[in-house]
């Protein structure tokens, strides 16, 4: 039978390339073509979109797969006998099974979620609050999404534990030394960002894990701005909790996973009661709940993103994440080097290896007009806090704006931008 969402060869790549796990002969314009809003034009110029740390934009295999998931698929999952049943159900458990091996884990220690927040809070409220008590730290850092701080506070607040936090050093990358020195025995929970959706700073959290694992401290990563632009092995990161978002990395809003040790997963109550999660309900008290991952499960899912998010992991396997990543570095290189030559621009964190996430300013222009006037230039970036409060107070500005690449951007595209932000200093001169 064939299902919504199934692999396809992709026409950028050449046949001896197979996965893209190996060769770099990927035809990135016609990469590029597979994204149909990207030919669209904003304010009557075509349009530059680079905001990709905010969504990423969804290929027409995507596409298509929740088009077709609608017109001849279309039904709920695990619960009908029936033909359609049976066809949403493989769909729905082939996309958890696609994003397992994209990430070198067992299918059956994944939970599907609507996004990282709501992975964040399912570890804050089925793990640390019945856990923490007054006394216990949970380690955070400076760079976190407020989805990596504000579940944690709410956690302190009800349970009596502490917050501490790893500051930064001044190119943006994280204070390791401190970090080492407040992993006391009271820390019973590390969170982290694999990647920093502000500075595009790269966290070691391999190391940032083992370190935390040999004292006893859970460790919880953000992946939400790693897994779209590099290879992620959750396996050899050595975590206990790696939550995931699926629209920054191709598919559809409202989809995402937590994985967890199967220990944690065993042990962890239900964060939601309803349908599905359960074996057998009692008005007695008496329920007994399904195993992981299902538990944590409740409700009808979003079938249909999710076949789009397998849809989506099918499309980034076969273009091979190793050149994802290879080629928005070289597309990172080349808006550094522009950004030398514009007058009074700042650029907010310059750690080396960064991921493909430039926030930046220019003297005496606020972030929203300057975001406003490039909008009417047809190019598309963030201006604001970016969900990170604490981490523009410490860069001492109250907004910024962020140019996110994708390996779907062009070198002409960042031309065009540097032209754009050269015309708008001009017009506000």
Known sequence: MSVPGEARPHPGLPPQSGNGA???????????????????????????????????????????????????????????????????????????????????????DLVLTSGTTFAINLVAYSWALPRLEAGDVILLTRME??????????VAQRTGARIDVVELLPDGRLDLDMLRAKMTGAVKLLAVGHVSNVLGTVNPVADICREARKRGIVTVVDGSQALPHRPVDVAAIGCDFYALTGHKMCAPTGTGA????????????????????IREVRLDGGTVFNDPPRKFEAGTPNIAGFVGLGAAVDYL??????????????????????????????????????????????????????????????????????????????????????????FYNTHDEIDAFIAALHKVRRLLA
Request: with cysteine; aromatic share 6%.
């Open 22 to 108: 190996s060769g770099s002969g990927v035809d990135w314009n016609r990469v590029r073509g597979d994204f149909p809003l990207l030919a669209r034009e904003v304010h009557g110029k075509p349009l530059v979109y680079l905001d990709s740390a905010n969504t990423g934009q969804k290929p027409a295999a995507v596409i298509e797969a929740v088009d077709t998931f609608y017109r001849r698929h279309n039904a709920n999952v695990s619960r009908a006998v029936h033909q359609l049943g049976s066809e949403a159900t493989e769909a729905y458990e082939g996309a958890r099974a696609k994003l397992a091996r994209f990430l070198n884990v067992r299918a059956d």
């Open 145 to 154: 999404h407020h989805a990596n701080i504000v579940p944690w506070q709410l």
């Open 317 to 406: 396997s076969t273009l091979g994440m190793e050149h994802v990543e290879a080629r928005e570095q070289a597309l990172l290189a080349h808006l550094d080097e522009e950004f030398a030559k514009v007058d009074g621009l700042r650029v907010f964190g310059t750690a080396p290896g960064k991921a493909a996430v430039v926030s930046f300013a220019i003297d005496g222009v606020h972030s929203h007009d300057l975001a406003t006037l490039l909008d009417l230039e047809g190019v598309a970036v963030r201006s604001g806090q970016h969900c990170a409060h604490p981490l523009l107070e410490w860069l001492g500005v109250t907004a910024t704006c962020r140019a996110s690449l994708a």
């Open 258 to 277: 937590l994985w967890a040790r199967r220990e944690h997963l065993e042990a962890m109550p239900p964060f939601i009661g309803g349908g599905e999660m």
